[in-house]
């Protein structure tokens, strides 16, 4: 765990540490995931999905995409509904900071 203090500004520095064991460096996109609990899980922007499961607080073995895109064509269709768009879907906060 890392602790950083908020600039009068809204500006956080994250610690050397903590951009170490995250990749990233000076350019680097980060992801600030804010939970519905007021939690916030701050992470690198990349490509595919394995980083969003730190959206769901999933703390399992990894999933593919070929998976993920069953489950969802499973669900919608045992639903009779689209996934996409669908009203019992929950929305969260995402930020993406350059």
């Known amino acids: 765990m890392f602790a950083s203090k908020l600039t009068e500004k ?19 996109k980060v992801v600030i995931h804010v939970r519905k609990d007021g939690t916030a899980v701050i992470y690198p922007q990349r490509q ?27 669900g919608a269709s045992s639903s009779g509904s689209s996934a996409i768009g669908s009203p019992n879907m ?4 995402t930020m993406v900071l350059d």
Not at 10 to 28: D, F, N
Not at 66 to 72: F, G, K, P, Q
Not at 90 to 93: F, K, L, N
Request: glycine share 12%.
């Open 48 to 74: 595919g999905v394995d980083h969003l499961l730190a959206m769901f607080d999933y703390d399992g073995p990894a999933i593919s995409q070929a998976d993920i895109d069953e489950a969802v064509a499973e």
């Open 90 to 93: 929950s929305v969260e906060s």
């Open 10 to 28: 809204g500006a956080l520095t994250l610690p050397k540490a903590a951009r170490l064991a995250m990749g990233i460096g000076p350019g680097s």
